[in-house]
């Protein structure tokens, strides 16, 4: 009897632990989805010192990550934690996903810097490889600093074949940043905690095949879609309750799971700006 009564409260105290490192968590998460949100309006802010809008218009898909601590004593690397969504066929963007990047050089160097990020992907195949596990930029997929000003071109061979065009800000300073090395990769546990799903892959969240996306991610989803004119630009207020309609006949069940396979068609001249710009 004692050790029944000594397991039910060692169930019970474990529950109790649990819940506060759950909201914990949770709470994590949404910071982390703000400080991005953030960071990507500061970038595509309307002014001669950030992202073009053309290009971001064009975009498969963007990563943001806030923060990246890039720490040197002769070896150097950097490491952060941040988020990725991919735009669907009807121009909307997919709900964001987790994501982590890491990187090490080697040379001459000394000092701690931490540097706000944001990735512009610009093809198909920056946008599988992430989702399918992890890209290793300068290797899985080309990267090069990107352009800046709202009304720049692009400027050279690299930046017209770039997969994936990078940015950084440190200290208030917004410049094109070169990150061959680095690793993204998808961070499955907080893709897991923050949706509540298990086992929940990044495919079926970029696919919006979730049943419920929380406020924050909806939020940074409508941040995305102002800076690029796109379908759902106008936020996440909601709206007055209607009344209800008489029953309809429930919609299909979403497809089978597989990779998502929601991006714009291919473009033939990536970071090129469109005719007439």
């Known amino acids: 009897m004692n050790r029944l009564i000594a397991t039910c409260l060692s169930v019970l105290l474990a529950m109790t632990a649990l819940a506060p490192v759950q909201a914990q968590a949770d709470d994590k998460a949404d910071r982390r989805l703000q400080q991005s949100q953030n960071v990507f309006e500061a970038f595509s802010d309307l002014t001669e010192q950030t992202i073009p809008t053309w290009l971001l218009e064009r975009a498969y898909g963007i990563v943001v990550v806030p923060s990246v601590v890039k720490v040197a004593l002769t070896l150097g690397g950097r490491g952060g934690k941040g988020v990725m969504a991919v735009r669907n066929p009807d121009g909307t963007w997919s709900p964001p996903v987790f994501v982590t990047l890491a990187g090490a050089n080697i040379g001459f160097q000394f000092g701690v810097q931490s540097t706000d990020v944001v990735l512009v992907l610009m093809s198909r195949e920056s946008v599988e490889g992430i989702a399918g596990g992890k890209v290793t930029l300068g290797a899985d997929a080309s990267v090069a600093a990107g352009p800046l000003g709202r009304s720049s071109a692009a400027a050279t061979d690299a930046t017209l074949s770039a997969q994936v065009l990078s940015y950084s800000r440190s200290s208030g300073l917004f410049a094109g940043v070169a990150l061959d090395g680095t690793i993204i990769s998808i961070d499955r546990h907080a893709n897991e905690s923050f949706y509540g799903i298990s086992d929940v892959l ?54 089978a799971d597989g990779p998502a396979t929601t991006y714009p068609m291919e473009d033939p001249n990536p970071g090129a700006p469109p005719p007439g710009t």
């Open 202 to 255: 990044a495919s079926q969240i970029l696919a919006g095949k979730v049943a419920s996306v929380p406020l924050a991610a909806q939020e940074f989803t409508a941040a995305l879609a102002r800076a690029t004119d796109a379908p759902g630009a106008e936020g996440t207020t909601a709206a007055p309750a209607a009344t209800p309609e008489p029953a309809e006949t429930p919609p299909a069940p979403p497809p």
